[in-house]
């Protein structure tokens, strides 16, 4: 079992930046990728980025070049800096893991970008 505890989600305005962090515990050898998803109300959860164990990256096109995503292997911890926030960006933010064949997911974390 991975263990995972999320950090940093709140209020922000727009074109503010929040930085999400999540640190895996437990069974975290084989851990493959790390990533970040997010569910807005009434919408389907959506990948946001997704980083590998070589630092592969990916992001969805919406985020891409206002988000970063990095990883601290020693730490098995991901980030994810957020820049130029929109109000689209308003929603759960999950901390995602994939080893091997199985996922492990965190408990979300709001992030809200509004006047």
């Known amino acids: 079992q991975v263990q995972l505890v999320e950090s940093g989600g709140g209020l922000v305005q727009p074109g503010g930046s929040l930085r999400l962090s999540c640190a895996a515990s437990?069974?975290?050898?084989?851990?493959?990728?790390m990533g970040w998803y997010r569910q807005a109300p009434g919408k389907q959860r959506e990948l946001v980025a997704r980083?590998?164990?070589?630092?592969?990256?990916n992001y969805a096109d919406s985020v891409q070049g206002r988000f970063t995503i990095s990883r601290d292997n020693a730490k098995n911890t991901v980030h994810l800096q957020m820049n130029s926030l929109k109000p689209e960006d308003t929603a759960v933010y999950f901390c995602?893991?994939?080893?091997?064949?199985?996922?492990?997911w965190g408990q979300g974390t709001q992030v809200t970008v509004s006047l």
């Open positions: 995602n893991v994939e080893k091997m064949s199985a996922q492990y």
């Open positions: 437990g069974s975290i050898f084989s851990i493959t990728a």
């Open positions: 980083i590998t164990s070589m630092g592969w990256t």
